[in-house]
Structures are given as structure tokens and as C-alpha cells.
Nanobody, 125 residues
Framework: VQLQASGGGVVQTGGSLRLSCSAS????????VAWFRQSPGSEREFVAG????????YYSDSVKGRFTISRDNAKTTVYLQMNSLNPEDAAVYFC???????????????????WGPGTLVTVSS
């Protein structure tokens, strides 16, 4: 499965963006899918994800209530709707997927097998 993230850009504080993660060479229906982000000098951190075993979505505490992960019916695209953005949300955002994520490690980048190139989100104050 090849992943491609898109939708990044420049937005003012308080604004919104919607990121898309498109899959080719397969669907995302049987995979756990997650969004991570990384800012300069920081480690890649979990933002939101779908856990394939129960279908539930999970969020980091820093984005809960502001970001929403969803996917289309064909399960070839996963979205990340980001609202009330602030400068701390600025980062390169990556989507990742894997058929073998387990609950205890789903927030770890090392749990994911497939990664796409990131998309840059810039939030101006």
C-alpha cells in the first residue's frame, strides 16, 4: 500500500484545514491508520488514528475535541479535519498504516509499516 498525504498549507490561528491520506495499491479498510506529526527538533508524535480491531478512533490529548479523523466509504482515503488550529499544531503531518498494530503500541510510529510523504501545516499567529 502506498500512501499520499495532502491538504497542508498556511492557516491563521483559529482556522481549519482538512488533510487527506489517499491509498493506492490497496484499501485502508483492513488496516489501522494513523496521523502523526513532527515539528523541527521534536520526535514524531501520534495525533489520531483508527484501530482496525475495533474500528474506534483515538486522539492525542492535545488535539482531542479539535481534530476529527474519518474515512470515505470506499476506504481508500482517510481524512483529518483540524479545527481551532494554533501555532503548536504547526508540523509536517504524516499518515501511516499497518495490518498488525496492537492496542498497546498504536501510538508509536514504529508500529506502522506503511508511510507516505508528509504534508506541511503552518499556523500563523
Amino acid at each position: 500500500v502506498q500512501l499520499q498525504a495532502s491538504g497542508g498549507g498556511v492557516v491563521q490561528t483559529g482556522g481549519s484545514l482538512r488533510l487527506s491520506c489517499s491509498a493506492s495499491g490497496g484499501t485502508l479498510g483492513r488496516l489501522s491508520v494513523a496521523w502523526f506529526r513532527q515539528s523541527p527538533g521534536s520526535e514524531r508524535e501520534f495525533v489520531a488514528g483508527f484501530f482496525r480491531n475495533n474500528g474506534y478512533s483515538y486522539y492525542s490529548d492535545s488535539v482531542k475535541g479539535r481534530f476529527t479523523i474519518s474515512r470515505d466509504n470506499a476506504k481508500t482515503t482517510v481524512y483529518l479535519q483540524m479545527n481551532s488550529l494554533n501555532p503548536e499544531d504547526a508540523a509536517v503531518y504524516f499518515c501511516a498504516s499497518s495490518p498488525s498494530v496492537i492496542m498497546s503500541t498504536m501510538r508509536s510510529p514504529s508500529a506502522y509499516q506503511y508511510w507516505g510523504p508528509g504534508t506541511l501545516v503552518t499556523v500563523s499567529s
